[in-house]
C-alpha cells in the first residue's frame, strides 16, 4: 500500500512537498518529480483542468519500489516565494535543496537519486546535472530543447494546423498567421525579455517575467544537448511522435551516446497517453481531458521499469 506524507521543506522559501513511499524500513533509491510550465498543483492539476500526470508518476515510481517527492513550485500552493519573478535558476536551487533535504532522510539511499522531469522539469532536471550528484535521469517530452525553440515548433505546427482548416475561420487564420509572423513573434518577446530592466514587463497584451525570460534565452537546444553529453551518469529520454509541445527528432542528436536510451513511441502525446487520430495543437486542452481517461501509456511505462532496473 502507498503511504504520502506531506511535508514542508525550508530553504530561504517553504516548499510543499508530498513524500509517497510503502515503508520506511530499509533505504530506498529516490525519484524527484520535476512538473512542466505552468501553475498546476503537485499532483498535476489545476482549476478546471485535471491531469493527476505527476500522481500517476509518483504511484508508478512507488510500485517500482522507490520513494517518490513530487513539490509545488514555488508561490504557487502550499510553497512560498514570487512565481511571477522568479527565474529558471531559482527553480533549479529549489528542486537541488529538495535533492539535499531527501539525502538527509534515512530511508533514503542518497547513493542513487534520480531525477524525472517533464516538460519543462526536463530541462530543470538536465540543468542539475551540472551541479548534483545524480545516478540518473528520465527527461519526458522536453530532452534536448530550450524554451524559446520548443515555442516556435509549437508555433509552426500551429501554423501548419491551419493549413487545412475549413471555413471562414480557417481562411481568415491563413491571412494572419504566416511563417515570418510567428517566428517573429517569439523573437520579439525574447528580445523585449533581454531589454527590459524590471521585474516584469508588458507584450502582447499581457505580463511576462522578466528574469524567467532572459534565462532561458541563455539556453539553446546546443547548451542542453552538450550539458547531456558531459553528464556521466544515465539518461531516459522520452518524447512521443505525437507531442506537440516537445519535438521528438531531437533526440536524434543524442541517439548514439552509450549512456542515453531514448523512446519515441507513436501517438503518444505531452502527457504520455495514447492518442487516437492526429494530434490537435489548435484543441489541445480539449485532447488532453478526452484521453487523461486512458492510463499512462504502457510502453513508457515498461521502458522506465526497465531503464531503472539497470541503475
Not at 517518490?68 to 511571477?84: A, L
Request: hydrophobic fraction near 35%; aromatic fraction near 10%.
Amino acid at each position: 500500500m502507498i503511504k504520502e506524507e506531506k511535508v514542508i521543506i525550508s530553504n530561504g522559501i517553504n516548499i510543499g512537498a508530498t513524500i509517497a513511499y510503502k515503508d520506511k524500513n530499509e533505504k530506498r533509491p529516490l525519484v524527484l518529480l520535476i512538473m512542466g510550465t505552468g501553475t498546476t498543483d503537485r499532483d498535476g492539476n489545476s482549476f478546471g483542468f485535471k491531469t493527476n500526470l505527476y500522481k500517476n508518476l509518483s504511484d508508478m515510481f512507488v510500485e517500482m519500489g522507490y520513494v517518490c517527492i513530487r513539490y509545488d513550485k514555488r508561490g504557487t500552493h502550499e510553497s512560498t516565494g514570487d512565481y511571477k519573478t522568479g527565474g529558471l535558476s531559482d527553480l533549479v536551487s529549489d528542486a537541488a535543496n529538495i535533492i539535499h533535504y531527501a539525502k538527509k532522510l534515512d530511508y533514503i539511499d542518497e547513493e542513487k537519486i534520480v531525477v524525472c522531469g517533464h516538460s519543462e522539469g526536463a530541462m530543470i532536471a538536465t540543468l542539475l546535472t551540472r551541479t548534483e550528484e545524480l545516478c540518473g535521469i528520465i527527461l519526458l517530452g522536453g530532452a534536448c530543447m530550450g524554451l524559446k525553440e520548443a515555442l516556435q515548433y509549437q508555433n509552426y505546427l500551429v501554423f501548419e494546423q491551419v493549413q487545412d482548416m475549413k471555413g471562414i475561420l480557417g481562411w481568415y487564420l491563413r491571412k494572419v498567421l504566416t511563417k515570418d509572423r510567428i517566428e517573429k513573434q517569439v523573437t520579439d518577446l525574447f528580445n523585449r525579455a533581454s531589454k527590459s530592466n524590471k521585474p516584469r514587463f508588458f507584450y502582447n497584451g499581457g505580463f511576462f517575467n522578466t528574469k524567467y525570460l532572459q534565462e532561458h534565452a541563455s539556453l539553446s537546444d546546443e547548451e542542453y544537448i552538450s550539458i547531456l553529453k558531459e553528464y556521466k551518469g544515465k539518461v531516459l529520454a522520452i518524447t512521443g511522435m505525437a507531442d506537440i509541445q516537445a519535438d521528438y527528432r531531437k533526440l536524434d542528436s543524442v541517439s548514439s551516446i552509450d549512456d542515453i536510451t531514448i523512446y519515441t513511441p507513436e501517438k503518444v502525446n505531452h502527457v504520455m497517453r495514447e492518442i487516437d487520430g492526429e494530434p490537435n495543437i489548435i484543441n489541445v486542452k480539449k485532447e488532453y481531458k478526452k484521453v487523461l481517461k486512458k492510463d499512462i501509456h504502457q510502453g513508457v511505462k515498461d521502458t522506465i521499469k526497465k531503464w531503472t532496473s539497470q541503475l
